[in-house]
T-cell receptor
Framework: EPEVTQTPSHQVTQMGQEVILRCVPI?????FYWYRQILGQKVEFLVSFYNNEISEKSEIFDDQFSVERPDGSNFTLKIRSTKLEDSAMYFC???????????FGQGTRLTVV | DQQVKQNSPSLSVQEGRISILNCDYTNSMFDYFLWYKKYPAEGPTFLIS?????DKNEDGRFTVFLNKSAKHLSLHIVPSQPGDSAVYFC???????????FGAGTILRVKS
């Protein structure tokens, strides 16, 4: 069964460093997303991406964040200068249609120290 | 952001009985609803969805009911199995939107 894969599964970084979280969405999907879940809190939407551009972003997704689809298979989330409060599980998701079912990856646990 | 609410943090059910998980929403623009299941250290796994043009959708042991006038949906699991023990999230999206809005989740424990 096709699945969304994320690497790494766990990333520890020092405050102020840049991190790149990587995702391989399901191959025939056209819509890509990043969500995050801070420990003990809800799963929160960060950004959606379609046709090589951001289609929607949340207030959380400020200038420190960027997304890219560098080739036909990868989808990345970059955090330029990490803060302690960026520590969370980051989930990549993809869907075939805009309002279709979003399939999630297993997540990357980001720990900023 | 309290647009999607799951007011029961946890639910405990005996194996073989029915589990009923509830979800309320406030935004009348939501028209597509999904339930996800999540195990620790894993991503959410899609279970079942329902469009606002329906009031019921069934898939095996899982049935989702939607009451638009009450802005309420529920997930029924019959019969419940120990492997169903997980966190269940309700999520909603709007017709012209791109994102899912999640509830806080309900921890389901199925006792054998």
């Amino acid at each position: 069964e096709p699945e969304v894969t994320q690497t790494p599964s766990h990333q520890v970084t020092q405050m102020g460093q840049e991190v790149i979280l990587r995702c391989v969405p399901i191959s025939n999907h056209l819509y890509f997303y990043w969500y995050r879940q801070i420990l003990g809190q809800k799963v929160e939407f960060l950004v959606s991406f379609y046709n090589n551009e951001i289609s929607e972003k949340s207030e959380i997704f400020d200038d420190q964040f960027s997304v890219e689809r560098p080739d036909g298979s990868n989808f990345t989330l970059k955090i330029r200068s990490t803060k302690l409060e960026d520590s969370a599980m980051y989930f990549c998701a993809s869907s075939e249609e805009r309002q279709g079912v979003a399939f999630f990856g297993q997540g990357t646990r980001l720990t900023v120290v | 952001d309290q647009q999607v609410k799951q007011n029961s943090p946890s639910l405990s059910v005996q194996e073989g009985r029915i589990s009923i998980l509830n979800c309320d929403y406030t935004n009348s623009m939501f028209d597509y609803f999904l339930w996800y299941k999540k195990y620790p250290a894993e991503g959410p796994t899609f279970l079942i969805s329902i469009s606002s043009i329906k009031d019921k959708n069934e898939d095996g042991r899982f049935t989702v009911f939607l009451n638009k006038s009450a802005k309420h949906l529920s997930l029924h699991i019959v019969p419940s199995q120990p492997g169903d023990s997980a966190v269940y999230f309700c999520a909603a999206s709007m017709e012209y939107g791109n994102k899912l809005v999640f509830g806080a989740g309900t921890i389901l424990r199925v006792k054998s």
